[in-house]
C-alpha cells in the first residue's frame, strides 16, 4: 500500500484536535508504526532496539510534521513519538489544569484578537 498520498491536516489546537487524532491514527497504522505510540511495542533490550528505534524516529517525524509551528512547540523536548502524542493528548483531552488553562487561554485569545470592530451586541 502506498501511503504517500494520505495527508494530515496539521493541528491547529483544539478546534480539530479529534480529526487530527483520528487522521493521524490512520496513517501511523497505515505505516506500521501505531505500536511505538500507543505503547503496545516497547522498547526491547540493547541488543534489540535499533529497529524500535527507527520505528519511534519515523513515528515522532510523522507527528511533528502534522502540526502547526505553534503546536510543535508543545512536543519539542519529547524524544519519543509515545511521550509527544501524551503531551497532546494531555493538552485537548485531558480535564485538568493544563485543559483549563488552554480553554482560558483560547477565550481571551478570542476577545483580543484584533476584532475591535465587532462587540458583544453585534451576536444578538
Not at 13 to 35: A, E, H, I, P, Q
Not at 69 to 94: F, M, R, S
Request: net charge neutral.
Amino acid at each position: 500500500m502506498d501511503t504517500s498520498e494520505f495527508k494530515v491536516v496539521l493541528l491547529e489546537g483544539s478546534t480539530n484536535y479529534r480529526t487530527w487524532k483520528f487522521s493521524m491514527r490512520m496513517v501511523l497504522l497505515t505505516k506500521d508504526l501505531w505500536g511505538v505510540v500507543d505503547g503496545s511495542e516497547i522498547k526491547p533490550s540493547r541488543d534489540e532496539v535499533s529497529e524500535w528505534e527507527k520505528k519511534n524516529q519515523k513515528a515522532l517525524a510523522n507527528i511533528s510534521l502534522a502540526l502547526t509551528p505553534i503546536e510543535q512547540h508543545n512536543i519539542l523536548d519529547c524524544t519519543t513519538a509515545k511521550a509527544a502524542w501524551d503531551v497532546l493528548e494531555k493538552l485537548y483531552e485531558g480535564k485538568g489544569r493544563n485543559r483549563k488553562f488552554l480553554l482560558m487561554e483560547q477565550l481571551f485569545k478570542m476577545t483580543m484578537d484584533g476584532r475591535g470592530d465587532i462587540t458583544m451586541n453585534s451576536y444578538n
